[in-house]
């Protein structure tokens, strides 16, 4: 089955606490995104893959980090979290430069204390 | 001002009911234009894409998009209960190179049995 896959689901941590959200696609797609869904302000990008080894900053790249050294993996690292990054968190892949047709993964529900 | 406005909703219907959600943007560049449904807990996915304006249809489905006005729809015929969802539009531009999309926040739907 074609799947996008995020861990954990839900993570609640501390401020400061270094913290890694894994993503791994099976679609053998270039593109993968991340992204933030706040209320009031919808899905905001952070970062973005076009390939491995190649990353750019999104929308709202500030306290975030990625890597891309498989196709399949694009993990999200927080390596000093905050409580503004408290959010739903969401990672895409896409075979398509336009991402038109982005499969996203299941969310990972992060709260920073 | 947000790039694409869209209503949160929420909007509730009666099962049976014709849906209409839509979505104003400002960027005259936008020619990609993409409806996602996000089930609650679930990632988007997406529901339908269109180029330019027209309409497109997809079963009970309808896009409309009106590039003169900057308007987007998505109609909704016979509504059932399994649409109770947020509907987010999502749209981008036609430049060269990586191709960013623009999310709405999203408008919450629910279908009254």
């Known amino acids: 089955e074609a799947q996008v896959t995020q861990n954990p689901r839900y993570l609640i941590t501390v401020t400061g606490k270094k913290l890694t959200v894994t993503c791994s696609q099976n679609?053998?797609?270039?593109?993968m995104s991340w992204y933030r869904q706040d209320p009031g302000l919808g899905l905001r990008q952070i970062y973005y893959?076009?390939?491995?080894?190649?990353?750019d900053k999104g929308d709202v790249p500030e306290g975030y980090k990625v890597s891309r050294k498989e196709k399949r993996n694009f993990p999200l690292i927080l390596e000093s979290p905050s409580p503004n990054q408290t959010s739903l968190y969401f990672c895409?892949?896409?075979?398509?430069?336009?991402?038109?047709?982005?499969?996203f993964g299941p969310g990972t529900r992060l709260t920073v204390l | 001002q947000k790039e694409v406005e869209q209503d949160p909703g929420p909007l509730s219907v009666p099962e049976g009911a014709i849906v209409s959600l839509n979505c104003t943007y400002s960027?005259?560049?936008?020619?990609?234009f993409m409806w996602y449904r996000q089930y609650s807990r679930k990632g988007p996915e997406l529901l339908m894409y269109?180029?330019?304006?027209g309409n497109k249809e997809d079963g009970r489905f309808t896009a409309q998009v009106d590039k003169s006005s900057k308007y987007i729809s998505l109609f909704i015929r016979d509504s059932q209960p399994s649409d109770s969802a947020t509907y987010l539009c999502?749209?981008?531009?036609?430049?060269?190179?990586?191709?960013?999309?623009?999310f709405g926040t999203g408008t919450k739907l629910q279908v009254i049995p």
């Open positions: 895409a892949s896409s075979a398509s430069r336009g991402l038109d047709t982005q499969y």
């Open positions: 679609m053998n797609h270039e593109y």
């Open positions: 893959s076009m390939n491995v080894e190649v990353t």
């Open positions: 960027n005259s560049a936008f020619q990609y």
């Open positions: 269109t180029y330019s304006s």
């Open positions: 999502a749209m981008r531009a036609n430049s060269g190179g990586y191709q960013k999309v623009t």
